[in-house]
């Protein structure tokens, strides 16, 4: 397996990453790829590889054509050749976040800024009590519009909705979080929720989910 790590990208931006890559059998060969999706790219320089030779894997990345922000992870499949039964998982990661840089002072006076709580309490949670849920609020005490762009964990155990994901000046949006306490096995639940958006001042905030699980 091998990694492509394209770090930080601006939406809007192409960013390349190489990886070297040998031919050691004893033919010729054409790599292939499978479950690339729609924003990345590969070319392979040559696109036969001699048997013993080096060849180069130039990986694109277009943002604009990427739906999701913050921390993307996506696996695709090298295959060495047509012929073979060989498969080579590869996982690209990026972070794409907003570019702010080109804001006037005038846009930064008129843009959203987003209030969320540091953390929501659940309290005492019964261990395969089925599902149980929490609600916070999300306000913009801007002037533009704050757009959501993501809210995310990687707790298995959460699911996370928001109920409009554009609000206005002065209003709020409510987040539902619903714990499946079958998949929360820790004595303590403390995860974290991560939210994105269009706030120049506070584009990624944390919000901790936290609760004590009794059994």
């Known amino acids: 397996s091998a990694i492509v790590p394209f770090g930080k990208v601006m939406k809007g931006?192409?960013?390349?990453?190489?990886?070297?890559?040998?031919?050691?059998?004893?033919?010729?060969?054409?790599?292939?790829?499978?479950?690339l999706p729609e924003y990345i790219s590969v070319m392979t320089a040559p696109k036969t590889i001699p048997a013993g030779e080096q060849a180069?894997?130039?990986?694109?990345?277009?943002?604009?054509?990427?739906?999701?922000?913050?921390?993307?992870?996506?696996?695709?499949?090298?295959?060495?050749?047509t012929?073979?039964?060989?498969?080579i998982p590869v996982t690209a990661t990026t972070i794409i976040s907003e570019d702010f840089s080109k804001l006037t002072p005038g846009q930064l006076m008129k843009a959203p800024?987003?209030?969320?709580?540091?953390?929501?309490?659940?309290?005492?949670?019964?261990?395969?009590?089925?599902?149980?849920?929490?609600?916070?609020?999300?306000?913009?005490?801007g002037k533009d519009d704050l757009l959501?762009?993501?809210?995310?964990?990687?707790?298995?155990?959460i699911e996370i909705s928001i109920n409009k994901e554009k609000i206005k000046k002065g209003k709020t949006a409510t987040v539902t979080i619903k714990i499946d306490t079958a998949k929360i096995s820790d004595i303590v639940l403390n995860s974290r929720l991560t939210i994105i958006s269009n706030d120049p001042?506070?584009?990624?905030?944390?919000?901790?989910?936290?609760?004590?699980?009794?059994?």
């Open 13 to 35: 931006k192409i960013k390349t990453c190489f990886l070297d890559a040998y031919n050691i059998s004893s033919d010729s060969v054409t790599p292939q790829w499978e479950n």
């Open 56 to 81: 180069t894997l130039t990986f694109y990345i277009n943002t604009l054509k990427c739906p999701t922000w913050g921390m993307v992870e996506d696996s695709v499949t090298l295959i060495p050749d």
């Open 83 to 87: 012929k073979s039964e060989y498969r």
């Open 113 to 141: 800024a987003i209030a969320a709580p540091d953390r929501v309490n659940c309290g005492t949670i019964q261990h395969n009590s089925g599902i149980i849920s929490q609600e916070f609020k999300i306000e913009n005490f």
């Open 148 to 157: 959501i762009r993501r809210i995310s964990t990687f707790d298995p155990g």
């Open 201 to 215: 001042e506070r584009p990624e905030i944390i919000v901790r989910i936290v609760g004590e699980i009794t059994k």
